[in-house]
């Protein structure tokens, strides 16, 4: 049965618009300034007819020397890890105190809320065989940026409730604990009980930018609260995509918001300006969506392997009346009237196709773990005397100690980084790298002038796994991969009409 969305056949002029690629001149304008911004210096973003955007070297970078950080333009923690890590809403640190992260976790645990799926912090490992629950048919196709110890599923020692609330509550302070001091926790301004901060900047910064449409509290700006909650609780059992979406489309709204307001106050309120959508508003605030490179999800997800190839097209039906399921359902939460285009099947479908191909890893390691390697390296005697303390409660956490906040995001300047089989970067935090920004090292020395690349998945893979891998991104490699230092200009293009790199 073919899906029709109302919005798609009345808005179909305005919904062009905004999915027509940019012009070169812009999007190099664009980059320009966001390079400029956030003093990204020895990088530039250049354009290809053949193989579109990619991130060039503008002075020599020395090995495992960072070459730039990237703030996510849109990012959420999985719904999963939440019970595992208390990270700030906004820009992902670690907040409130090892006491609080470890009382907390444990808490949770002691009232049947399982360890988060996404265990562990492996170092620059791919998570294409990330997600094996029922699910899998919904899940996300993502780079990852990792680091820090793994750990797995154990047995644990449970711990007396007493001595589980004397740490939430900072009635007991563990040794050594001063070491790792962390934010204090900041409440949504909102008041919901979902969204936490490191200083009341990142709730202000978050609340104008996103959550305010997105917020369950009573001072929420939504449409429907109620309508919000089966919104979050849809995709929480589906898959978490559409909170990435959903920011997306608030972040545009909120845009546009401003920006008309502004517009407002330099000019007479004429009748035409306050009674009607201005799409050229519309299309300012949906710039930094734009520049995304962006298929429709049901179009470009990958076929799961458990998928005959005959029942492909059954697949990809069954995405897109998902898709349409979650956008009903946001429709009603936040819907916008001058904003409409924006609530159609075919917007909603390329930006969750936008962050399928783009996505990388939102990793950020974990101070409990940090804290425990602490005690363990002590000289013996100040180690015994404070293990009388801490062991109960690492054999408590058991192996999963050492969680890492993780979830997912949209960073503009990795987004335009193309794949080589042999890259000379790679998405990596090192130990000062605490927050939620992409951070992009060099993996051997790089000259000014040369383009900057990362392996969208495990380059030691076999040829024909990796041609299969990379074939969801619309290209194939081509013999000189076999030998195992291919770069992005020995990709041979599957479709003319597309780049080769996701962009």
């Known amino acids: 049965m073919e899906l029709v969305c109302p919005i798609d056949q009345r808005c179909s002029d305005q919904i062009a618009a905004l999915l027509r690629p940019p012009s070169p001149p ?18 530039k973003v250049k354009q290809n007819g053949e193989f579109g955007k990619g ?43 090892i006491e609080q992260q470890i009382g907390r976790r444990l808490y949770l645990k002691s009232l049947g809320m399982g360890i988060s799926s996404h265990n562990g912090c492996e170092s620059n490992s791919s998570d294409e065989d990330e997600d094996e629950d029922e699910d899998d048919h919904f899940g996300h196709n993502h780079h990852s940026s990792q680091n820090g110890a793994s750990s797995s599923t154990s047995s644990t020692i449970p711990l007396p409730s007493t001595a589980v609330e004397s740490l939430m509550n900072g009635e007991l302070a563990l040794p050594y604990s001063n070491k790792f001091p962390l934010p204090s926790i900041v409440s949504c301004p909102g008041r919901c009980e979902e969204a936490f901060y490191c200083s009341k900047l990142c709730a202000e910064a978050d609340w104008d930018s996103f959550h305010c449409l997105l917020c369950t509290g009573e001072k929420s700006e939504s449409c429907s609260r109620k309508a919000l909650l089966k919104f979050i609780q849809h995709a929480n059992e589906t898959n978490d995509i559409f909170l990435l979406a959903a920011k997306a489309i608030s972040f545009t709204i909120l845009r546009y918001r401003k920006f008309k307001a502004s517009h407002l106050s330099k000019q007479e309120k004429t009748a035409s300006i306050i009674l009607g959508t201005d799409p050229s508003l519309l ?28 029942d492909e097209a059954t697949f990809r039906g069954q995405i897109q009346e998902l898709a349409f399921t979650s956008l009903q359902l946001l429709k009603e939460a936040i819907f916008d009237k001058e904003c409409e285009p924006l609530f159609s099947l075919e917007i909603y479908g390329h930006i969750i196709g936008m962050f399928e191909l783009n996505n990388l890893d939102l990793v950020v390691a974990s101070p409990v773990e940090d804290y425990f390697l602490y005690i363990d390296d002590l000289p013996h005697p100040e ?34 980084m193309n794949h080589s089989c042999c890259p000379n970067a790679k998405a990596f935090k090192r130990e000062e790298d605490r927050d939620g920004q992409a951070t992009i090292i060099a993996l051997r020395p790089i000259c000014k002038g040369e383009e900057v690349t990362i392996s969208y998945i495990d380059e030691d893979l076999p040829f ?25 200009g020995s990709e041979e293009l599957i479709d003319s009409n597309w780049t080769g790199s996701k962009r």
């Open 464 to 488: 024909e796994e990796r041609q299969a891998l990379l074939a969801d991104y619309g290209f194939r490699l081509v013999q000189l991969c076999m030998d195992g230092w291919a770069t992005k």
């Open 283 to 310: 299309l300012e605030a949906w710039k930094p969506i734009s520049i995304g490179h962006k298929r429709r999800w049901w179009d470009c997800i990958s076929l799961p392997d458990d998928i005959d190839a005959s």
């Open 55 to 97: 991130v060039f070297a503008e002075t020599d970078f020395e090995e495992e020397k960072l070459i730039f950080k990237d703030q996510m333009l849109v990012g959420a923690q999985h719904p999963s890890n939440k019970i595992d890590c208390l990270v700030c809403s906004y820009c992902f640190k670690f907040i409130g105190s």
């Open 26 to 43: 812009l999007v190099q304008e664009y980059f320009e300034q966001l390079i400029s911004k956030r003093q990204c210096q020895g990088i």
């Open 383 to 416: 180690k015994k005397e404070a293990e009388k303390i801490t062991q109960p409660y690492l054999d408590a956490l058991g192996e999963d100690y050492s969680i890492c906040c993780q979830g997912t995001a949209f960073f503009p300047l990795q987004s335009c």
